[in-house]
């Protein structure tokens, strides 16, 4: 199992290099050992991979700040003048600086198969350059090595982002014409597929961002990065949606494998044991003290059709649906996403019954998504080892559909080879699999603000939500479609309690949790976890909405949104630096 080959591509750097590329002359013997052969060529072009999502920040925790999801405290980004030029951070260069150098060396290199490098190069510094625009806009665009001495650039303003972004396009191009390997047994490695999956992703957030960005005046060249989405993704060839006969099974089974499902999985991060190399997301979900301790919104989990398609919100009563009622013939990707029903976790492979447990979730929707039925050793310590995926076909399904919903060319046929297949997967039966929606879901307006009103955008941004939940994707999603202000206005809601007093969870006739106020009650089950509700303004506290009946409502603390918000500053240190920089709007 490959990990990147991490291992094998520092070990050349620090040998060839010492860990300082600037200091490395051009014509060395060293130099011709990199570049003089196909294998040099690869070893320094594993070192690209760090670039990638790792395992220390998994993508399993990029949703905690979105508003899919109730966590503990604030994040940075959200808190009152929490985030400034002096608390920014991300600006650095140095990977750049790292492929950049291959890329001039290996053009001169006389190997036959150097475009293919060149091209895992360019695909790596178009991810650099897309994360860097996102976060700061214009960013200063270099696509050579820069000398100690070259103070023009050095100190020299940023680019707009709109060039940098045709730029990206351009790498991403050159990547997908020239990178030769079209599939990867262990869904590991950079490939074809791989580089035309990524563009479907930058090239949707490109032009969600200059439609609806209308600051910038740039709504008129939005469709042409919404068609690139489109041809793009009907480029990619031998991947499938994941199914097996047990479809309660099959969505969730892609996220605790340690080998991918190379079907659907495009792009992976590979774990291994006997390496010691592992993530934390067991301990993370699970942990009541580790971590964010992330629980979906009852908000969200209201937009899970029912298993007939219908939306659930269509039911007059649903607002007052309990738990153990309300996740009940339902979307199967619910049960495969949180605890409800006849979940069970196991014990040195003993099942035990599993409800969701308040001990370790502010909303009673606690994730199971990424996370083991074992519980030892991995909600203890940090040791999980299935795979990490970073991209993965239902994705590019999803950019395919939003692309062909914003572009209004959606046809019957496309929507039930994307949405349509999605949601079979899920269990899902009706016309909702083969039929465009013709109005718009109440809910999905009222939950969107009325910002989006078409039928069919709406669906696709309920499946996207659904599907990609804690995928890291919904902090970009909120800031393509400039609705930022759901970061900080959606509630941190849980499930509908009628009453103080005990409750069965998932319907074994076992009590499972005891809201309250005032003194603490007792109980009959040693396991069962009190939920103290008193009324209080305090962060960190649980209430109900309604003072003694109502849903859960978990207050992490003040949130604040300012549209400013959508770039990062530009941190002070770095303008201190080269002032040319200039700063980023409000800041």
């Known amino acids: 199992m490959k990990i990147f080959h991490y291992i094998a591509s520092l070990l050349l750097l620090a040998a060839v290099t010492s860990c300082n590329l600037d200091e490395l002359p051009v014509d060395t013997a060293s130099n011709e050992a990199i570049f003089g052969s196909a294998n040099g060529l690869e070893l320094y072009s594993n070192s690209f991979y760090n670039v990638l999502p790792g395992t220390d920040v998994g993508v399993f925790q990029g949703d905690d700040v979105s508003d899919l999801v109730a966590r503990n405290g604030v994040d940075n980004y959200l808190a009152v003048n929490a985030l400034s030029p002096i608390t920014s951070s991300g600006w650095s260069w140095s990977p750049l600086r790292n492929i950049n150098y291959f890329i001039e060396n290996a053009e001169r290199s006389e190997v036959a198969e150097k475009n293919h490098y060149i091209g895992m190069a360019r695909f790596f510094r178009a991810l650099f350059y897309f994360d860097k625009v996102k976060r700061f806009g214009d960013v200063p665009w270099i696509d050579q090595t820069i000398e100690i001495t070259d103070s023009v650039t050095l100190y020299g303003p940023r680019d707009d982002r709109f060039e940098v972004m045709?730029?990206?396009?351009?790498?991403?191009?050159?990547?997908?014409?020239?990178?030769?390997?079209?599939?990867?047994?262990?869904?590991?490695?950079?490939?074809?597929?791989?580089?035309?999956?990524?563009?479907?992703?930058?090239?949707?957030?490109?032009?969600?961002?200059?439609?609806?960005?209308?600051?910038?005046?740039?709504?008129?060249?939005?469709?042409?990065?919404?068609?690139?989405?489109?041809?793009?993704?009907?480029?990619?060839?031998?991947?499938?949606?994941?199914?097996?006969?047990?479809?309660?099974?099959?969505?969730?089974?892609?996220?605790?494998?340690?080998?991918?499902?190379?079907?659907?999985?495009?792009?992976?991060?590979?774990?291994?044991?006997?390496?010691?190399?592992?993530?934390?997301?067991?301990?993370?979900?699970?942990?009541?003290?580790?971590?964010?301790?992330?629980?979906?919104?009852?908000?969200?989990?209201?937009?899970?059709?029912?298993?007939?398609?219908?939306?659930?919100?269509?039911?007059?009563?649903?607002?007052?649906?309990?738990?153990?009622?309300?996740?009940?013939?339902?979307?199967?990707?619910?049960?495969?996403?949180?605890?409800?029903?006849?979940?069970?976790?196991?014990?040195?492979?003993?099942?035990?019954?599993?409800?969701?447990?308040?001990?370790?979730t502010f909303t009673g929707y606690q994730p199971i998504k990424w996370c083991y039925d074992e519980r030892f050793p991995y909600d203890d310590e940090s040791r999980n080892d299935n795979a990490h995926i970073i991209m993965r076909y239902a994705e590019v399904l999803l950019n395919k559909a939003e692309a062909l919903a914003e572009l209004g060319v959606m046809t019957p046929g496309q929507w039930t080879e994307t949405i349509g297949a999605l949601r079979d997967r899920a269990g899902i039966t009706g016309s909702t699999l083969t039929s465009l929606p013709t109005a718009a879901d109440p809910y999905l307006l009222a939950y969107y603000e009325g910002k989006f009103t078409d039928p069919v955008m709406l669906e696709v941004m309920r499946e996207r939500a659904v599907e990609l939940v804690f995928e890291g994707l919904r902090p970009d999603d909120l800031i393509r479609w400039h609705i930022g202000e759901l970061f900080a206005a959606a509630p941190m809601n849980g499930m509908y309690v009628p009453a103080l007093g005990e409750y069965d969870l998932n319907g074994d006739g076992v009590m499972d949790v005891y809201f309250y106020q005032g003194t603490k009650p007792t109980s009959s089950n040693p396991t069962i976890a009190f939920v103290d509700v008193s009324p209080s303004t305090a962060a960190g506290r649980l209430q109900l909405s309604n003072g003694t009946s109502g849903e859960v409502i978990f207050n992490p603390g003040v949130r604040e949104w300012l549209d400013k918000k959508y770039l990062y500053p530009i941190p002070e240190t770095d303008r201190i630096i080269n002032p040319a920089l200039g700063q980023n709007p409000g800041w």
């Open 166 to 360: 045709d730029n990206v396009l351009e790498d991403l191009n050159f990547a997908i014409e020239n990178i030769t390997l079209t599939s990867d047994a262990t869904s590991t490695r950079i490939t074809k597929n791989v580089a035309r999956a990524y563009k479907t992703r930058i090239a949707l957030y490109e032009a969600s961002f200059r439609k609806y960005h209308v600051e910038y005046g740039m709504q008129g060249s939005a469709n042409a990065w919404y068609e690139e989405v489109v041809k793009t993704a009907d480029e990619i060839r031998g991947f499938t949606i994941h199914k097996t006969a047990l479809r309660e099974r099959s969505y969730r089974e892609l996220f605790i494998t340690k080998a991918p499902f190379a079907d659907e999985t495009i792009l992976a991060v590979a774990l291994d044991a006997s390496l010691q190399v592992f993530s934390s997301a067991n301990r993370r979900f699970i942990s009541p003290t580790y971590g964010n301790r992330p629980s979906l919104t009852r908000n969200f989990v209201n937009t899970y059709l029912k298993l007939d398609g219908t939306p659930f919100t269509s039911d007059p009563s649903y607002k007052t649906t309990p738990f153990v009622e309300e996740v009940k013939n339902r979307d199967l990707r619910l049960k495969q996403t949180i605890r409800l029903g006849d979940y069970n976790r196991t014990e040195n492979g003993v099942p035990v019954v599993a409800p969701p447990n308040f001990n370790q």
